[in-house]
């Protein structure tokens, strides 16, 4: 496929585009979630949306339904400080996630849980981000 029927395809489809960013998301954890290490099941705006939380890979983290549910409209850190769960390695990792440095979150969450897994290839494509409208 020509390079500029990609980007025309994308244009006609935004909900493929979409979907195609919260997969690489997912991917980014190895599908697990960002607090607690479960399985990913949504994605969370560490900056709520209601607060101008914006939809960018740099706010938008994997989540169970659990922690999403739980956390709601409060801010991430603040939440995430408060749970049974806290771990320090994580709160750093969510830290450096907002902050664009995703291969230090991933370092970061690997550290937290050494079973962790994750396609290393993928995320070096995946890094330059894609943005939801
Ligand atoms: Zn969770």
Redesign the pocket.
Known sequence: MHINDAVFLEDLCPKFRFRQWRKSIHRFTGKS?I????P?ESIDHVLPRSQGGLSTTENCVP??L???GDKSDENALYWYRRQKFYDPRRAMAIRAWLEGDLRLAIRLLQWANPNFKTSNKNYEQDESGYKAA
Request: with cysteine; net charge positive.
């Open positions: 979630c607090y607690c290490g479960k990913s989540a169970c659990s922690c999403n």
